[in-house]
């Protein structure tokens, strides 16, 4: 039944999930709580400042009191596999605790909140290009492989070996020198506009400011798309039943379009799937050059600032979606792929 293979792929999902996280907590434990302890004492010394008054016993005392408190607060007078269980199950229930640098737009601490301000941006971005990189690369794939061989099939397969292979970095800092600088129409990088517009103006410099780094993906992830789909589709062309259905006299747009298709769905379906489940992190050096506000800049911010918190935040998050993407890549492909029985027997 379909029904139990779900729920063992989602188990597994889970298992893996609460494995990867637990093995998060062990290798960050020991920042994390060096971290905290500093947080801990920076708080004390902030609630001294109206204590100058009491004598030196007295504040001494004070601070005493005041720092177990606080370490029994954040399970820190626990012995260490307890503290990082605790932390482990913080995580999967995203208490992902406060910053100590990183503030959200609205100068919030909350770790939570820091990352779910940057995820949208980051999906925004890759599962746009991602979406017309399919679009092109699919149906240039499909025009390769009608006339393999053929003039356009040589020459975009030229164009793939040459495009396909350099870094994405070094293609937008070109395409930011063209488009920003030279005939200067799009902006060099960034969310929106600063100060950002109102109202509908709003989305529209939003398109604005994301038409450059999609251009970017798109150009560089459509020729590998378009190779791939025509090696797969070149495949099915040749199987006996869609020669069966030429010999019938079904118009070879629908044979392409339909039968074709169908078949080789699944395997373009997984390619373009973990190609968009591979930029949920982000890109550190493509989000860098045009100062996206996504999840790839959060994590070189978090670097820099030594911002522990926020670091173990990210990486809960993306492995979350990132793993939960591969179980329903996994259903998908199921549903999609009528010779797998799914769960079944052999």
């Known amino acids: 039944m379909f029904w139990k293979y779900i729920l063992k792929r989602v188990f597994y999902g889970i298992l893996i999930y609460i494995v990867l996280v637990f093995i998060f907590s062990v290798l960050f434990n020991s920042v994390m709580e060096q971290t905290l302890r500093a947080q801990i004492e920076e708080e004390i010394r902030a609630e001294m400042m109206g204590l100058d008054s009491r004598g030196t016993q007295q504040i001494q005392s004070f601070i005493e009191n005041r720092r177990l408190e606080k370490y029994s607060q954040y399970r820190l007078d626990k012995p260490i596999f307890e ?141 590998g798309r378009a190779f791939l789909t025509r090696n797969i589709v070149l495949g099915i062309l040749q199987e006996d039943y869609i020669m069966a259905a030429r010999a019938r006299g079904i118009p070879e747009r629908k044979i392409l379009y339909g039968h074709t298709m169908r078949t080789a769905a699944p395997p373009i379906v997984t390619m373009s799937l973990l190609a968009l489940l591979a930029s949920v992190s982000g890109n550190i050096v493509f989000e860098g050059i045009f100062s996206w506000p996504g999840m790839g800049n959060l994590f070189w911010f978090a670097l820099q600032q030594n911002d522990v918190p926020v670091l173990m935040g990210n990486l809960a998050v993306t492995t979350g979606l990132y793993i939960g993407g591969l179980v329903i890549l996994d259903l998908i492909y199921g549903l999609l792929d009528p010779r797998i029985k799914v769960g079944g027997k052999a």
């Open 83 to 223: 503290r990082i269980i605790w932390r482990t199950w913080s995580t999967l229930t995203l208490n992902l605790g406060k910053s100590t640098a990183i503030r959200s737009a609205a100068g919030d601490r909350d770790v939570w909140a820091i990352v779910s301000e940057k995820i949208p941006r980051t999906l925004l971005l890759f599962s746009t290009a991602m979406l017309v990189d399919i679009v092109i690369g699919v149906w240039l794939g499909l025009k390769k492989a009608q006339k393999a061989g053929g003039v356009l099939d040589k020459s975009t397969s030229v164009g793939t070996m040459v495009v396909f292979g350099m870094p994405s970095w070094w293609l937008g800092m070109i395409l930011i020198m063209f488009f920003a600088y030279t005939v200067k129409i799009f902006p060099s990088g960034n969310f929106h506009s600063t100060p950002p517009p109102e109202g509908i103006a709003f989305f529209f410099d939003l398109i604005y400011h994301l038409a450059l780094p999609v251009l970017t993906l798109v150009v560089l992830g459509f020729w």
